[in-house]
C-alpha cells in the first residue's frame, strides 16, 4: 500500500522559495506509470491542484503558478519535490502531496503541511 | 477557470439520505466522465470516496454513491451515521490545459 509524507519548513519568508518533499513508500515513483501532485488548500477555503510530474517526463502545473512553480522526482531517494518561488502571504496554506490518475483523481495523499508565509 | 458549485452547507439526521450536487460546465462535469468525490475530516487529509462518477474505491462503504445527469454530479449518503460529518469536495477533469477542477467544498452535518 503506497503512503506519502510531506516533510519541509513551516514558515518561510516572502520574496523567498517554498520547499517541500513528499517521501514515497510501499511502491517506486518510476514504475507504474504513476503521476505524482502537490495539491493545496488555503486557509478555510476549498483544495487547489498545484500541478504534477510524471516519471516518463511529462508535467502540468497550474495555470495561475506556471510562472513560480517546479516539481520534480527524485528516484534514488523516492522521493518528489515541490518549488514555489516568490512566494507572498496569499501562499500560506496546507500544502498535500498526492497521487493522481491521468483521469484526475487523487490517490492516496499525505497528511498535509502547513506552510505559513510570514516575515 | 471557476471552481465547481457546492452547496456550502448540507445537514441530515442519523438513517437519514443526503444529497450533495456539484454543478460545473458543459468543459468539465458536463463533458468528462471524470468526476471523484473526497471526503475531509478536520484537521485531516482529503480522503477519495468516489471516482470516475460512480466507482466507490475499495474499502469505502456502498451507503456512498456517485451520479451524474447533464452539467451537475451528484454524492448520495445513505444511511447518514455520525462519523460522515465532514466536509465534501467534488473534482472534476476538465482536459489536458486545466486538468481537474474542484468544488468549494459542503459541510455536511448530521443531526
Known amino acids: 500500500q503506497v503512503q506519502l509524507q510531506e516533510s519541509g519548513p513551516g514558515l518561510v519568508k516572502p520574496s523567498q522559495t517554498l520547499s517541500l518533499t513528499c517521501t514515497v513508500s510501499?511502491?517506486?515513483?518510476?514504475?507504474?506509470?504513476?503521476?505524482w501532485s502537490w495539491i493545496r488548500q488555503l486557509p478555510g477555503k476549498g483544495l487547489e491542484c498545484i500541478g504534477y510530474?510524471?516519471?516518463?517526463?511529462?508535467?502540468y502545473y497550474n495555470p495561475s503558478l506556471k510562472n513560480r512553480v517546479t516539481i520534480s522526482l527524485d528516484t534514488s531517494k523516492n522521493q518528489f519535490s515541490l518549488k514555489l518561488s516568490s512566494v507572498t502571504a496569499a501562499d500560506t496554506a496546507v500544502y498535500y502531496c498526492?497521487?493522481?490518475?491521468?483521469?484526475?483523481?487523487?490517490?492516496?495523499w499525505g497528511q498535509g503541511t502547513l506552510v505559513t508565509v510570514s516575515s | 477557470q471557476s471552481a465547481l458549485t457546492q452547496p456550502r452547507s448540507v445537514s441530515g439526521s442519523p438513517g437519514q439520505s443526503v444529497t450533495i450536487s456539484c454543478t460545473g460546465t458543459?468543459?468539465?462535469?458536463?463533458?468528462?466522465?471524470?468526476v471523484s468525490w473526497y471526503q475531509q475530516h478536520p484537521g485531516k487529509a482529503p480522503k477519495l470516496m468516489i471516482y470516475?462518477?460512480?466507482k466507490r474505491p475499495s474499502g469505502v462503504p456502498d451507503r456512498f454513491s456517485g451520479s451524474k445527469s447533464g452539467d451537475t454530479a451528484s454524492l448520495t449518503i445513505s444511511g447518514l451515521q455520525a462519523e460522515d460529518e465532514a466536509d465534501y469536495y467534488c473534482?472534476?477533469?476538465?482536459?489536458?490545459?486545466?486538468?481537474?477542477?474542484f468544488g468549494g467544498g459542503t459541510k455536511l452535518t448530521v443531526l
Open positions: 498526492a497521487r493522481p490518475t491521468p483521469t484526475g483523481w487523487f490517490d492516496p
Open positions: 510501499g511502491g517506486s515513483i518510476s514504475s507504474g506509470g504513476y503521476y
Open positions: 510530474s510524471h516519471y516518463g517526463g511529462s508535467s
Open positions: 458543459s468543459s468539465d462535469v458536463g463533458f468528462y466522465n471524470y
Open positions: 470516475d462518477v460512480s
Open positions: 473534482c472534476s477533469f476538465a482536459g489536458s490545459y486545466t486538468f481537474v477542477i
